[in-house]
């Protein structure tokens, strides 16, 4: 079974950034598009954005423009640049795969706060 291990996260002030990785032990990417979720506390766990195989990325319109997710192939790695990032956005972040989802990780913790 592939394990997901999320990290990256913490502690940043409002209007700052972060860049959270995600690593599998295998190949993940013959599951096809990758995303990031969040799951705030109380709520649910919602896609925040996705990539594709080919590339092709969307978000929700939460974090366009400010979120950018990318993918290392060779390493098994996707990542999540995050900017500008605002204060309800707090939340436990993980990846997974979007249409053949793998057992979830523990996610990572972003909390923003001034």
């Known amino acids: 079974q592939v394990q997901l291990v999320e990290s990256g996260g913490g502690l940043v002030q409002p209007g700052g950034s972060l860049r959270l990785s995600c690593a599998a032990s295998r190949t993940i990417f013959d599951r096809g598009a990758m995303g990031w979720y969040r799951q705030a506390p109380g709520k649910q766990r919602d896609l925040v954005a996705s990539i594709s195989v080919g590339g092709s990325t969307t978000y929700s319109d939460s974090v366009k423009g400010r979120f950018t997710i990318s993918t290392d192939n060779a390493k098994n790695t996707v990542y999540l640049q995050m900017n500008s990032l605002k204060p309800e956005e707090t939340a436990v972040y993980y990846c997974?795969?979007?249409?053949?989802?793998?057992?979830w990780g523990r996610g990572t913790q972003v909390t923003v706060s001034s």
């Open positions: 997974n795969a979007v249409f053949l989802p793998l057992k």
